[in-house]
RNA sequence: GCGCCUGUAGCUCAGAUGGAUAGAGCAACGGACUUCUAAUCCGUAGGCCGCAGGUUCGAGUCCUGCCAGGCGCGCCA
């Protein structure tokens, strides 16, 4: 049914926001750097630039051989055995410089920068790796800075100030959202957020299909069952929509207009039409809010109609040659722009194609002023994306600018057994049914803790019967179990932790150092989910951050005796809460005081 | 037939630019609450990373071929 909520993605468009970072991290780091403030300088950066140091330093003195510097590459070891940061840029010089990659990383290491003793801990470990151990009280810094932006902390300015729309769902009001809708909202949603803490300027849109044959059957089928209400046996077609809600809209209609039988009919089957569109668009409108979704704009596929826009589009790309006459109807040479075969844009009989108006929206988008579009679509629509990406070049737009991200289905499952999908059949489970069974949380913890490319098996069953034990709770319970740690302080009178709390270097166990190196990634957490489109990295770094914070919880106590380890706990915890609310934030999912 | 996506522990899924001993949750088993919320924690067990080649000092990750599943291949949306 929908067309748009369906999905997949093809090579030349994955270059739209690069997979591979190389492609934007060079320039994206050095331009970086030359905005101080602006960025939030992290642990892991202060290790790249030391390297570099390292290298040139080590080429001043004729240790290494001279020539470019190369890109750092900083990881963070699996292990905790291998320090905190790894640099293997050793190995993967060794040809270049001429040397064992061991004794590249013990020039490394002797001009390698460490007076203020921020690394408690440098060696030289397997075939060449550079270890570095960050000193445990170093770490305060990270407190501070995440205390000090709040809500700000784990923004990054990717997107520069860019406009930015993310149209999702976009269902088609012939019925009401089910499951796979509910994926596709969650994930462009999350992604329209993740896209703002990113700096980019964002614009949440849906369009809507309310023109075109769909629309005409939805009339149909109300028209029908109005004549069933008023007691004429009718014969309903199998490809009408067969829902019971149709009924209830033929039941709101009767009673707005009830001379509507004794009116022609194809004027009663258009009032059909419109009405019933726009009472399942109001019950979607509902659904949305409920599920945590508000679009900023509805744009209508038939004001592109209604203002020519399909026409004159369509006319400009005949006078080019692009749009030229075969057999009867009117093709798009997409092929000549990598699409498998030219596609039809006006049939034999005169009608335009749904691609035909998508044209039209496209060119509207961007002469809006969006600097960059990102369609959300179900994965069944791939085949869709190479046409719809030559239109975006055929009209004089860079094809960067243009990217989809596609969601798979939902595979929809109730105690093990697959539930049958489709609309047109009037078989689905609503999106309001699981927000009413598992709730919104949830529902959309669910859809966005997996890749959004692969494949969801979503068990009504199982997600109900793990009620207690499953991970958004997991990761709320953390955040209300800080919260509740804050209720007994105030209760108990304990003095809180200033605003730049210096005994934060006494967290210093292993417990709580592990927590702060988690708080460390965040930002480049956030920001490569913006990059490569991937929200679901968030939710997987809540899980971890909030695990750390539990097993922190379970080993020391936070209102202890001593009051200045106490107020750094407490300074500790409450950085923990800014992250586990910003991030769930972020997910669309709320972070509750208690549970 | 062609194209795209997916294939990692019994199940659901992560896995960063190609790095060191492949991770988490659930399920299983054994422990931890007179102490800030046990919706938690600690431990044990569980793996030819679909298969086979190749590139590389090094491959779950890159290349080729094959196998399995999903989706697409319309003058539908």
């Known amino acids: 049914m929908l067309s748009r909520l369906s999905s997949a993605k093809i090579r030349p468009l994955a270059r739209n926001l690069p997979r591979r970072p190389s492609q934007t991290a060079a320039p994206r780091d050095t331009s970086r750097d030359n905005h101080e403030g602006r960025r939030q300088q992290t642990m892991k950066h202060l290790m790249e630039t030391r390297v570099r140091d390292a290298i040139e330093k080590a080429m001043a003195s004729g240790a290494l051989l001279p020539g470019e510097i190369p890109g750092v590459v900083v990881e963070e070891p699996k292990s905790e055995d ?6 293997t840029v050793a190995l993967a010089m060794a040809k270049t410089w001429k040397m064992p990659p061991r004794n590249v990383a013990g020039i490394l290491l002797a001009h390698f920068g460490n007076d203020d003793g921020l690394f408690s801990r440098l060696e030289i470990a397997g075939p060449g790796f550079l270890n570095a151990t960050v000193a445990p009280s170093a770490w305060a810094d990270v407190l501070h800075t995440v205390h000090s932006l709040g809500s700000e902390y784990g923004k990054n300015t990717l997107g520069a100030g860019q406009k930015i729309m993310v149209e999702f769902v976009s269902a088609n009001p012939t019925g009401p959202l089910h499951v796979g809708h509910g994926r596709g909202a969650a994930v462009g949603d999350a992604m329209a957020n993740i896209l703002r803490h990113s700096g980019f300027d964002v614009t949440r849109e849906y369009y809507i299909n309310d023109s075109g044959r769909q629309i005409r059957t939805l009339g149909r089928s109300t028209y029908l069952r109005l004549k069933e209400l ?19 809209i033929a039941r709101a209609v009767r009673e707005e207009t009830p001379g509507i039988l004794s009116m022609d009919e194809d004027a009663a089957v258009m009032l059909c039409a419109r009405r019933a569109a726009d ?3 109001e019950g979607i409108r509902q659904d949305l809010c409920d599920f945590g979704v508000t679009h900023d704009i509805w744009f209508s596929e038939q004001s592109l109609y209604d203002s020519g826009a399909v026409d004159a589009a369509l006319e400009s790309f005949k006078q080019t040659g692009q749009v030229y006459l075969k057999d009867g109807a009117w093709w798009f040479a997409t092929s000549a722009l990598g699409d498998e075969k030219d596609r039809v844009v006006i049939r034999q009989n005169g009608l335009t194609t749904y691609f035909a108006s998508d044209i039209a929206y496209h060119q509207n988008k961007y002469a ?7 369609d959300v679509w179900g994965a069944d629509h791939h085949g869709y994306i190479p046409r719809l990406a030559a239109a975006v070049e055929a009209s004089g737009i860079a094809r960067e600018r243009f990217s989809v991200i596609l969601v798979k289905l939902v595979n929809l499952l109730r105690g093990g057994e697959q539930v049958a999908m489709s609309t047109r059949s009037g078989e689905f489970v609503t999106l309001r049914e699981v927000m009413d069974e598992v709730g919104p949380d949830m529902a959309r913890f669910i859809f966005l803790s997996r890749h959004h490319e692969s494949p969801l098996d979503f068990d009504l069953e199982a997600a109900k019967s793990q009620e207690k034990d499953n991970p958004v709770f997991y990761i709320q319970y953390a955040h209300a179990r800080i919260a509740s740690i804050f209720k007994l302080a105030g209760e108990r009178g ?13 967290l210093t166990e292993p417990e ?13 957490v956030v920001e490569r989910a913006a990059l490569f489109q991937e929200p679901h990295r968030v939710a997987f770094f809540l899980t971890e951050l909030a695990a750390l914070f539990h097993a922190f919880y379970n080993q020391h106590r936070v209102l202890t005796e001593d009051p200045e380890l106490c107020r750094a706990r407490l300074y500790l915890a409450e950085g923990v809460r800014v992250l586990v609310h910003g991030g769930l934030s ?4 709320k972070a509750p005081e208690h549970m």
């Open 82 to 87: 291998h320090g905190d940061y790894a640099t």
């Open 368 to 374: 809006r002023g969006f600097d960059k579009v990102i």
């Open 494 to 506: 304990i003095p809180m932790f200033r605003e730049k709390e210096p005994s934060a270097r006494l």
């Open 230 to 248: 008023a007691g004429q046996t009718v014969e309903f077609p199998g490809d009408c929509y067969q829902g019971d809600y149709i009924r209830e």
């Open 586 to 589: 972020l997910l669309g999912v």
């Open 279 to 281: 009472i399942i668009l």
């Open 512 to 524: 709580e150092t592990r927590v702060l190196k988690k708080m460390a990634q965040y930002p480049e």
